[in-house]
């Protein structure tokens, strides 16, 4: 159990379509991530927040809007998708960002997004 | 910049064979060391860690120690079992570079009764 959870699991749209990605953790942790998973390439990091402000966007396509409410629970916001945005959707937490201690990043189950 | 570097699969074992699989690393700093594993249809999850050089990461009968002098963090278990199926992520932090995790590109794994 990794106290990070992340829906729908499975999610298929068409390029025109908006939807939005869901995490939520547990774990009273001060720092969210999303991470793109495509076969064959590393994880790639999109979005980090701490303490509900954005802190690195690495150059995501702008079809792809996070969202953090609070700092429990990340959304990320698609539009006008691709289908090579077709990947799997990972959710991160950690205790916190940039600081002077581990940073062990605890994952989310991941949404397999299908792009049409 | 930061790296990983790990070695390419897929890798497959019989069961109860040795398994070895090998992680580089090149970081400013003085980076933690992470393995991660990722059974199929899930996310990631924390295998072991090690936070300075020498230390020794353990769990489930995995082992992995921190060399320095090497730049390495090999994943070792001892005797493997078709649970243990998955892809492995070898990966550091950096507190030099703010903490950024850098994953490596994962080896598959698959154990044969």
């Known amino acids: 159990e990794t106290g990070v959870t992340q829906t729908p699991r499975h999610l298929v749209m068409g390029m025109t379509n908006k939807k939005s990605l869901k995490c939520e953790q547990h774990l009273g942790h001060n720092a969210m991530y999303w991470y793109k998973q495509s076969a064959k390439k590393p994880l790639e990091l999109m979005f980090v927040y701490s303490l509900e402000e954005r802190v690195e966007n690495n150059s995501v396509p702008s079809r792809f809007s996070p969202e953090c409410p609070n700092s429990s629970h990340l959304f990320l916001h698609l539009h006008t998708l691709q289908p090579e945005d077709s990947a799997l959707y990972l959710c991160?937490?950690?205790?916190?960002?940039?600081?002077?201690?581990?940073?062990?990043?605890?994952f989310g189950p991941g949404t397999r997004l299908t792009v049409l | 910049g930061d790296s990983v570097t790990q070695m390419e699969g897929p890798v497959t074992l019989s069961e109860e064979a040795f398994l070895t699989i090998n992680c580089t690393y090149t970081?400013?700093?003085?980076?933690?060391l992470f393995w991660y594993v990722q059974y199929p249809g899930e996310g990631l999850q924390l295998l072991l860690k090690?936070?300075?050089?020498?230390d020794k990461g353990s769990n489930k009968g995995f082992e992995a120690t921190y060399r320095k002098e090497t730049t390495s963090f090999h994943l070792e278990k001892g005797s493997v079992q078709v649970s243990d199926s998955a892809v492995y992520f070898c990966?550091?932090?950096?507190?030099?570079?703010?903490?950024?995790?850098?994953f490596g590109t994962g080896t598959s794994l698959t154990v044969i009764p």
């Open positions: 990966a550091l932090s950096d507190r030099f570079t703010g903490n950024q995790f850098y």
């Open positions: 090690a936070t300075k050089a020498d």
């Open positions: 991160a937490s950690s205790q916190d960002h940039g600081g002077a201690g581990v940073d062990t990043q605890y």
């Open positions: 970081a400013t700093g003085y980076p933690s």
